[in-house]
Structures are given as structure tokens and as C-alpha cells.
């Protein structure tokens, strides 16, 4: 116990002569002129607006069956490896194999959901209009896009590994 004390106050002497270093060696952080001095950036453009969807619901269903085409395109590659990997231990190769097929096929289903957005938002615009006939056309293509739709994910039900 006296030995702690009596060497107490040797140590802060050799604690506070660590702090008394030489600070020369070391640069300032405080701002320097070229700092001080510099104009601010000029503020970047906002970007471009996304162009708006197609107004032809022609056009947007006539998409949606191409999109529909190229997904079961994906579906008739993918399924042998899909099934292949369906029994396999879960981590193993043709297990990894399945679910990369899988993803694929689940992935190619975006431009059906595109053409639905897209109608929906036709079909907002068309009751905000008060137009009948535009709405009925508009409803209309909805409903044959929906049951693509509908097909596409009973697709995917019955793929799922």
C-alpha cells in the first residue's frame, strides 16, 4: 500500500510528460486560406423527368402479351433445372442451380406488372376525365392483363422449388 503511493506520483509525472511532446511535427487542422475563400458549388440540375407511360392501351396490352411471350420463353429454359434442383439437398449445386432458375422466371414477370401500372394509371386518368368509352377500353385491357397476370403467377406456384 505504501509502495502505491510513494510511486503514484511518479507515474503522473511520466504520464504528463508523454502530453508534452513537440507539436510542430504536426499540421493544424484549423481551415486554411484557400478554405476560407472558396465559392460555393453551383447547385446540379435537377435531373430529367421519366418519360410518361404509353397513352395507347393498345400498344400497352400488345406489351404485356410480349412480355407474357418472353416470360414463358423463361419458364420452358428454366423449368428442367427448376425441377432438377427441386429433390437436391438444400445448399448443393443443382439446389443453388433451382433457385438462380427460379429467380429468372420470377424476374421476367416485370413487364406484365409494368402494363398494369401503366393501365392503372390510364384508368385514373380516365375517371378524373369523366370519359365512359375511354374507361370501358381502359377496364377492359385491365381485366385481359390481369388474367395474364393470374396465369404468370400460378406459373410460379407450381415452379416453386
Not at 499540421?27 to 404509353?54: D, F, H, I, N, T
Not at 404485356?64 to 445448399?91: L, S, Y
Not at 443443382?94 to 416485370?110: D, I, K
Amino acid at each position: 500500500m505504501i509502495l502505491l503511493r510513494q510511486s503514484a506520483p511518479i507515474f503522473a509525472v511520466l504520464m504528463l510528460a508523454g502530453c508534452a511532446s513537440d507539436m510542430s511535427a504536426y499540421p493544424s487542422l484549423a481551415p486554411r486560406k484557400v478554405e476560407k475563400s472558396a465559392e460555393p458549388a453551383p447547385a446540379e440540375p435537377a435531373p430529367p423527368m421519366p418519360p410518361a407511360g404509353s397513352t395507347d392501351v393498345s400498344a400497352i396490352v400488345t406489351a404485356a402479351k410480349a412480355a407474357d411471350a418472353a416470360f414463358n420463353a423463361e419458364v420452358a429454359k428454366a423449368r428442367p433445372t427448376i425441377e432438377k434442383g427441386r429433390n437436391a439437398a438444400q445448399g448443393g449445386d443443382a439446389w443453388v442451380a433451382a433457385q438462380q432458375a427460379y429467380s429468372g422466371v420470377e424476374s421476367a414477370r416485370g413487364g406484365v406488372g409494368s402494363a398494369l401500372a401503366d393501365l392503372d394509371r390510364l384508368h385514373q386518368e380516365a375517371v378524373a376525365t369523366g370519359d365512359p368509352a375511354r374507361l370501358a377500353g381502359v377496364e377492359a385491357a385491365i381485366a385481359e392483363v390481369q388474367a395474364i397476370d393470374g396465369a404468370e403467377q400460378a406459373t410460379l406456384a407450381s415452379l416453386q422449388p
